[in-house]
């Protein structure tokens, strides 16, 4: 009987859909069963965005690992929950419909059937039942409602955690703010209840916006003209957008943000208490940036030509070093602080504001990265020293960011090297008070280093105790005191697109209102242009059904607004991160209409126990993500502050490029064997046109563009081309990208499956090479073969009892349940493959035809190859799938050694080996070897001196 692949995994994978084999059981819900009694298990991938070119064999790798655990815990009896679904807003699908006019959600149901039915080939263990999509109104009606709780929650710091804001209001119309702590915008005024309550409503809704965890601010964004959006930080690659390579500047402009500042100090501590890789951790730690120092006022000095009085300025600076206070001998603002354009002396003001121009430019990470560039304008004002009231002078420069701490920095060139080489550069003078002492960059970061100073006050002290004087000095003049600052800054949650969430807000004389949860959700208008308007406007504003009707509670169209009944609706969307911020939680309960989910759902689901992904994602969607936890902790909707126990970050798997060589200045292409010292260009070649043997097929790659149709190829010898080959990221740019659907067909899914886990270590990068593949699909056929040894490959497995000669088959089969499931426990997936191999090589020697060894053998291995398994458990006779099978039971009593095959050396070379039981003494060993025939034809008669018995290892005659 042949191992027919294709049909055995269609016929399972039908089977799977039809029967939902692996739809979670829930807890007691509305319209459920009941309660599973199975303890419960949540593995979980970070969901797809569903582009247009569909999977390449890169992208299922932490899938099928996932998979496989998923599967190993239902066959160690847990209720598993491994549900999939589709991050389906995004830039990529918007920026397709401004190029073909198509609906994005058209192109985005499209690629969403693509990406299912790749998924499904490869048999994936998903409960479809719960597929989520993102772009979906049942799904964002929830990311509307979460937004609305941000907004009506304020960060009180007192207790640590999110509050009503109805319950701020509450104070504020019986004390004011003055005794409130909270996270909060840094220009808060500070009011009395009687001024509360005199305030007019506009009044009041502008102070509780610098209050709220989601705000309306002008914020420094980086803006992309090209796409006509706002971009995140982790979009932008070398300065350029990553999608499509556009330019990015810096733009001031009124956006949401989340307030996720006021949570950095959980997020740092957080970290402590979860099983997340170490890297992705020291990530998250360096974006949150913590840093203890002090916060110093430096007096800007007045100037005629300004109108500028004293006191008029202050400029604050945070510094982890306030003992190095004297060593200050210039300030240098970033170009984007809001004081430069108020200080800047008119001589200055060209320069200043050219710099300021050029600066946009540029993204904070080209900033952050680039330190042998110096530039920097000096703006003509002065600040005074706090203590030696000395006039400093402020310079602008954009090595300092306005989004990192105060978007100020006091300079000690004789102590920072930044500052070192920009004084130097700029011939500022630099004091030395460090003069006699080490002063170089190792010596200034020792905090234990003494000090010499110039001020009595923290001479001869060390670190610790001049900081301390000095924090205190300045708490005493009033421009300063003791600060912990961190680098995270709060999150731009606007976005100048279409295809994304819209916000449920209106506006009323300016201020955001919320839409309440029973009018949720507010859908997505249908428009003519997916670009910005002519006046500028985000892609929303060319909607014409986009204004919210107070008195009948539904969407009107725009020529019925009047400002009284009814309104203008927000024209911004929602960022990508947005939805992929809770759609953990709402897997547990996704048919819900009344609520987010349920609390049954969330009390008995609780965590996600395992979550797979790639690492580029850890300072965006995870972060972003364990902040919305960390609130609807606060709120009470869920019972953990932390979304994932544990969280595994694969590897990649890379793609083996092909180049070929032109000519430089020629339409004239060499093999690569034949380049030699002529200069040439290599060239990216599609791997398709190339076999093993690095041969290009010619015609193929001349077809494929028009420009090499007529290119003259110098080939070898034989008359072949030969490409060159280097390991790269496997992407449609360079056309190494392998399809799964190819593999598929040819090889199988189980081997795609098995081949991807063989390839290395889950968490490593390693190169996909298509020829490899022949050898887990051997081993698939060796083990089809395994169970059909009967008369013309017909299927043979025999019930003989397992006591009858099966002692080498159950020593096999345990000796792999054991390694199996100490492989899957500890993700070592790549060794388990290596281990069915041998099982299988072993019991084929063997000639194992029994049921109690080839049973539980399928069940080993069907989370790896679930198709090939299924369908020999159903041979087996079994009418339910595999994936309800008990995981074997590892019994170390068939490892057991009974007896010993001991070498018998003569004089220290063995001879021979003989075979002997293990409890036998030394006395019964000797005698035994002894009466060996091999042993006296060894000493031809000789009387040995002695014998050397090591029971269990060795025997050695000495004669």
Known sequence: MKYNFNE?????????????????????????????????????????????????????????????????????????????????????????????GQHPAITTADNIKTYRRQLDQIGFSFDWSREVRTSDPSY???????????????????????????????????????????????????????????????????????????????????????????????????????????????????????????????????????????????????????????????????????????????????????????????????????????????????????????????????????????????????????????????????????????????????????????????????????????????????????????????????????????????????????????????????????????????????????????????????????????????????????????????????????????????????????????????????????????????DYWQQVDLYIGGSEHATGHLLYSRFWQKFMFDKGFVPYDEFAKKLINQGMILGTSAFVYRVEGENKFISKELVGETKVQPIHADVSFVNSSDELDIEAFKNWREEFKDAEFICEEDGTYKVGRDVEKMSKSKYNVVNPDQICERYGADSLRLYEMFLGPLEQYKPWNTAGITGVHSFLKKLWKLYHQGENGAFHVTSSPPSEGLGEALKTLHKTIKKVEEDIENFSFNTSVSTFMIAVNELTAQKCTNKDILEPLLVLVSPYAPHIAEELWSQLGHSESISTAEFPKFDKSHLVESSKNYPISFNGKMRFTMELPLDMSKGDIEAAVMAYEKTQEQLEGRTPKKVIVVPGKIVNIVS
Not at 44 to 62: E, I
């Open 8 to 100: 055995i995994e269609a016929k399972w994978q039908k089977y799977w859909a039809e029967n939902q084999t692996f739809k979670a059981e829930n807890p007691t819900l509305s319209g459920a069963e009941g309660k599973s009694e199975k303890p419960k298990y949540y593995v979980l991938d970070m969901f797809p965005y569903p582009s247009g070119a569909g999977l390449h064999v890169g992208h299922p790798l932490g899938y099928i690992a996932s998979d496989i655990y998923a599967r190993y815990k239902r066959h160690k009896g847990f209720n598993v929950l491994h549900p999939q679904g589709y991050d389906s807003f995004g830039l990529p699908a918007e920026q397709y419909a401004i190029q073909t």
């Open 140 to 602: 964002y009606k929830w990311t509307q409602w979460v937004f609305i709780q941000l907004f009506e929650s304020w960060y009180n710091n007192a207790t640590n955690k999110a509050e009503a804001i109805s319950d701020l209001i509450q104070i504020f119309e019986t004390e004011g703010n003055s005794n409130v702590n909270a996270a909060c915008d840094d220009n808060v005024e500070i009011f009395s209840a009687e001024t509360w309550k005199g305030f007019t409503s506009e009044k009041q809704q502008e102070i509780l916006l610098q209050y709220r965890l989601t705000y309306l601010a002008e914020t420094e964004v980086n803006w992309c003209p090209a796409l006509g959006t706002v971009l995140a930080n982790d979009e932008i690659v070398n300065g350029v957008s990553e999608r499509g390579g556009h330019p990015v500047i810096r733009k001031k402009m009124t956006q949401w943000s989340m307030r996720i500042s006021a949570y950095a100090e959980r997020l740092l501590q957080g970290l402590d208490t979860i099983d997340w890789t170490d890297s992705l951790k020291e990530s998250q730690r360096n974006w949150i940036g913590k840093s203890v120092g002090a916060s110093v006022i430096f007096n800007v000095l007045p100037n005629v030509t300004l109108n500028a009085v004293e006191g008029s300025h202050k400029i604050e600076v945070f510094t982890t070093r306030p003992d190095t206070i004297f060593g200050v001998s210039f300030m240098t603002l970033a170009p984007e602080h809001e004081l430069v354009s108020q200080i800047t002396t008119p001589e200055q003001k060209e320069n200043v504001e050219a710099y300021i121009l050029a600066t946009a430019k540029r993204s904070e990470r080209d900033r952050m990265a680039d330190v042998k560039n110096i530039s920097g304008v000096f703006t003509g004002a002065y600040a005074e020293h706090p203590f030696t009231k000395e006039p400093i002078p402020i310079w602008i420069g954009d090595y300092v960011l306005a989004g990192y701490g105060t978007g100020a920095v006091m300079a000690v060139p004789c102590g920072d090297q930044r500052d070192y080489d920009f004084a130097k550069h700029f011939n500022i003078p630099i004091p030395n008070i460090f003069e006699g002492i080490d002063i170089s960059e190792e010596a200034f970061a020792d905090k234990e280093k003494t000090i010499i100073a110039n001020s009595d006050f923290i001479n001869g002290m060390n670190y610790k105790k001049a900081t301390k004087r000095v924090i205190f000095e300045l708490e005493q003049l009033g421009q300063g005191e003791g600060k912990t600052n961190y680098r995270l800054r709060d999150a731009v949650f606007s976005r100048q697109r279409y295809w994304g969430e819209p916000f449920p807000v209106y506006y009323v004389n300016g201020m955001p209102q919320m839409i309440a949860k029973e009018h949720l959700p507010i859908k997505l208008p249908e428009v003519e242009k997916y670009l910005p308007t002519e006046t500028g406007e985000p892609p929303l504003g060319n909607a014409t059904v986009w204004a919210w009707d107070v008195n009948q509670c539904l969407v009107v169209g725009n020529e019925l607004i009047d400002n009284e009944t009814v309104f203008p609706l927000e024209l911004n969307t929602m960022p990508g991160w947005a939805g992929s911020s809770q759609y953990f939680n709402r897997y547990m309960d996704p048919d819900n209409d009344d609520e987010i989910f349920s609390k049954e759902a969330i």
